[in-house]
């Protein structure tokens, strides 16, 4: 009897090795397909985020971020905007903007405007789950299926990507997504940078395709705002 049921236990383990590989990829290929279709009718999005920057080595260290995110496709062209209200508890406003192929960091408490010019590869971080196609990730990234997950009562489907750029490798050896595809938003995001730190973004509060704020993509600056690029 014992030498049947580790037949039984043999054989089904390796008609999971056998199928399981392609089933998983039977899967990554509808949920990419599905992406494919939301992305042709993604126009917006917003949402509210929590972003926690975590360092276990050499000091454990957490640093939690919170706000609004908003995201917008018109045409080809892409922006998105981070508006933090309080880190660690404390209110401490900050705007995040990519845009044109730039970002920029405003810092009302400073008054200091940072921009980064050279960010072109930030797009492929911001649109992972917002408005992305399906074809568009492949071009980017090597996906790996692994299975659906419920998160937050949203059922969402687990990828994980690894860049095929080299240079994006050495800042995120991974990054794993819980993205819906039938509304084509990220509900968690985890950024591995190897060495102990990592990065979890966390959204909620969606409103897809709604109109956004007249204020979502502009950074309230002064005569007196001084310039940073970097």
């Known amino acids: 009897m014992l030498r049947k049921r580790s037949h039984l236990v043999a054989a089904l383990l390796a008609v999971g090795l056998l199928f399981g590989p392609r089933l998983f990829a039977d899967d990554l290929q509808s949920v990419l397909h599905q992406l494919d279709v939301s992305a042709a009718n993604f126009r917006s999005a917003s949402a509210d985020f929590e972003f926690d920057a975590v360092i276990t080595d050499?000091?454990?260290?957490?640093?939690?971020?919170?706000?609004?995110?908003?995201?917008?496709?018109?045409?080809?062209?892409?922006?998105?905007?981070?508006?933090?209200?309080?880190?660690?508890?404390?209110?401490?406003?900050?705007?995040?903007?990519?845009?044109?192929?730039?970002?920029?960091?405003?810092?009302?408490?400073?008054?200091?405007?940072?921009?980064?010019?050279?960010?072109?590869?930030?797009e492929g971080y911001a649109m992972l789950g917002f408005g992305a196609s399906g074809k568009e990730l492949e071009e980017k990234w090597n996906i790996t299926y692994d299975g659906p997950e419920t998160i937050d009562s949203?059922?969402?489907d687990k990828l994980e990507l690894v860049a095929k750029d080299p240079a994006v490798r050495k800042t995120f050896s991974k990054i794993t997504i819980w993205v819906d595809p039938q509304r084509n938003v990220s509900v968690k995001q985890v950024f591995d940078e190897g060495e102990g730190q990592s990065r979890t973004c966390h959204y909620f509060n969606f409103k897809v395709n709604q109109s956004l704020p007249g204020d979502a993509f502009k950074l309230k600056t002064n005569n007196k705002t001084q310039i940073v690029d970097r």
């Not at 922006?79 to 401490?92: E, F, P, Q, T, Y």
């Open 58 to 122: 050499p000091v454990p260290d957490t640093d939690v971020q919170k706000g609004v995110a908003y995201f917008e496709h018109a045409g080809n062209t892409f922006r998105m905007a981070g508006h933090i209200n309080d880190v660690n508890g404390k209110s401490v406003p900050k705007v995040y903007m990519y845009s044109n192929g730039a970002v920029e960091l405003y810092e009302p408490m400073i008054n200091q405007v940072t921009r980064f010019k050279k960010a072109s590869q930030f």
């Open 154 to 156: 949203v059922k969402t």
